[in-house]
């Protein structure tokens, strides 16, 4: 047996057994169907920030450009921001999702880039922006591609107040039209924009954007009709009641992601919300009882579904990005690296923000390389199993796969005494 110290500034948590069937609101299992999960030992980059479009050069080229270093590092895939002509740089206001001329480059530029990624090893994964739509020059005048409709593609209850189609199947949202996926043709338009993007420009999968918009039944259609690497749907629940509840009283939180994944029949992954609330208020408020559930699980998605859940510490709606950024829920940035240190050594499928690993320091980069390096050599996957030793207001401790032990907090009772480390055998 050999020791493989790691080491670092401060805290970090949250943890899970290998459970891999869908939940009931009741915790029990009602289905045992995954897919689009990705490879279970898949690393995912952030591949953008809020402000990517500002760069100096073009987004893609960069990318491009460091291919080589985003392969090297261990990223199995990298999730590219929204591709198409947009009413908003940001590209999350679509309007012609043909047009793949963007604040992000041209669609050549593009091409290139997913290649230089394909030939290192790593998919490209294509941020899908389909429950809205801006018209081409007024509200809803569709085009490249229009529907056979365009007044019935919107849902009767949009704001533009002109709409035909049925009543939404999610929430609304007001920033442009609300399309309506009951109507036959914007399937087949969703359908065959998907395969376009698979077939003819080189993406391998799919980061559904604002899913709780519109029912889970489409994201499971669509993913059953073009079959993607993997697919991971952006649901953000709501927080009720007490923001600093702890235990079963965040259940009803992680439950709306397993109601989600349910909802399209277990096949989508779905962003780990709840894991990064919990894992957050632990390292900042030196909470760490707060990683374990009643049942010794892990008390995030990972608890309950660990290869559908992909785990994160920001991204580009929550943390800062150069220049400034949304910023809507920052993780401690004092303890960030302590965040890595959980979710890159924890089942479920880890994704790097792409200003931790390229923009914050060298320091913080090598750690994570490093951190990737550890979960290849110890085996760990989204399915590992979970051993939670120890987690109260000094310290996480927790043996995972059976082949690594991770701590993380104050406490100095463990050799070496730093606020996080790592040993193998």
């Known amino acids: 047996m050999r020791y493989l110290f790691y080491l670092c500034l ?41 402000t990517s479009h500002n ?36 590209g999350y206001l679509p309007r012609q999702w043909y047009n793949l001329n963007s604040k992000y480059g041209t669609k050549e530029e593009l091409k290139n880039a997913i290649t230089a ?24 005048d569709f085009s490249n591609p229009a529907f056979d409709n365009n007044s019935k593609a919107v849902t009767r209850d949009d704001e533009w107040s002109q709409g035909t189609g049925d009543y939404d199947t999610g929430d ?3 920033a442009a039209r609300d399309l309506d996926h009951t109507y036959y043709d914007v399937q087949n338009k969703i359908k065959n924009w998907l395969l376009w993007l698979k077939n003819d420009i080189g993406f391998d999968g799919w980061r559904y954007d604002y899913v709780k918009g519109y029912s889970p039944y489409y994201t499971g259609l669509y993913n ?62 030196s909470e760490y009882w707060r990683l374990r559930d009643k049942e ?26 150069p220049g400034g950024g949304q910023n809507h829920w920052p993780f401690p940035s ?19 923000y792409w200003p931790h690993f390229f923009d914050w320091s060298p320091d913080l980069r090598n750690k994570i390389k ?10 760990i996957t989204s399915s590992a199993s979970l051993n939670i030793i120890a987690a109260d207001n000094n310290k996480y401790v927790a043996e995972v796969n059976g082949r690594l032990i991770i701590k993380i907090g104050p406490d100095t009772t463990y050799s070496p005494p730093t606020n996080w480390a790592i040993w193998t055998k």
């Open 172 to 174: 609304g949202y007001a």
């Open 117 to 140: 990624l394909h030939n290192r090893g790593v998919k490209a994964i294509a941020d899908i922006v389909i429950n809205h739509r801006v018209g081409t020059y007024n509200w809803a």
């Open 334 to 352: 004092d303890k960030v690296e302590e965040g890595y240190a959980y979710i890159l050594t924890h089942p479920g499928t880890p994704c790097v």
């Open 10 to 50: 401060l805290a970090l948590l949250i943890l899970l057994p290998g459970c891999t069937q869908m939940l009931s609101v009741d915790g029990k299992p009602n289905s045992n169907l995954a897919a689009y999960h990705g490879d279970l030992d898949a690393v995912l980059l952030q591949g953008f920030h809020w």
């Open 224 to 285: 059953i009709y073009t079959s993607p690497y993997l697919s991971v749907g952006e649901l953000w629940p709501d927080i009720t009641g007490d923001y600093y509840a702890s235990g079963n009283n965040v259940n009803y939180h992680r439950q709306k992601l397993m109601d989600w994944i349910d909802g399209t029949g277990g096949n989508s992954m779905v962003f780990d919300f709840t894991t990064k609330w919990q894992l957050q208020l632990a390292v900042d408020r």
């Open 296 to 321: 010794g699980k892990a008390i995030g998605a990972i608890g309950w579904w660990p290869t559908m859940s992909v785990t994160f510490i920001d991204n580009h709606d929550t943390g800062p990005s």
């Open 370 to 379: 490093t951190l990737i390096s550890i979960r290849r050599e110890t085996g």
């Open 55 to 90: 760069s100096t050069m073009h987004w893609w080229d960069i990318i491009s450009q460091n291919s080589s270093v985003i392969a090297d590092a261990g990223f199995s895939a990298v999730w590219f921001p929204p591709p198409s002509d947009a009413a908003s740089d940001e």
